[in-house]
Nanobody, 125 residues
Framework: QVQLVESGGGSVQPGGSLRLSCAAP????????MGWFRQTPGKEREGVAA???????SYADFVEGRFTISRDGANNTLNLHMNSLEPDDTAMYYC???????????????????WGRGTQVTVSS
């Protein structure tokens, strides 16, 4: 069982920033595909950002340059820096990892087999 632990969620006003982190074993952080996904009650989980084992990044259209996904090898974490947050960004955010993902659509949810428990992000004035 792969252990992925998210942190960094919280409440922020519109226009604010948050940094989410996902602690993962070193071998996963180094060589697996990893991604961030989000879900709100009553809606399907959707992809936010993903990164391949060789560093290619993919972002959902709604990110529009506001978020950045990155690996931190020193701390063994996958990070998601989120700026210019909007109320529509309110959701539970999940970290995911998998050794093999079809590179044609990194954000397709059903490809990912290993998930964390999530961290809540609330954007509200």
């Amino acid at each position: 069982q792969v252990q992925l632990v998210e942190s960094g969620g919280g409440s922020v006003q519109p226009g604010g920033s948050l940094r989410l982190s996902c602690a993962a074993p070193e071998y996963i952080l180094r060589s697996w595909y990893m991604g961030w996904f989000r879900q709100t009650p009553g809606k399907e989980r959707e992809g936010v950002a993903a990164i391949t084992s060789d560093g290619k990044r993919s972002y959902a259209d709604f990110v529009e340059g506001r978020f950045t996904i990155s690996r931190d090898g020193a701390n063994n974490t996958l990070n998601l820096h989120m700026n210019s947050l909007e109320p529509d960004d309110t959701a539970m955010y999940y970290c995911a990892a998998d050794p093999t993902i079809w590179r044609g659509d990194l954000l397709r949810v059903d490809q990912w087999k290993n998930w964390g428990r999530g961290t809540q992000v609330t954007v509200s004035s």
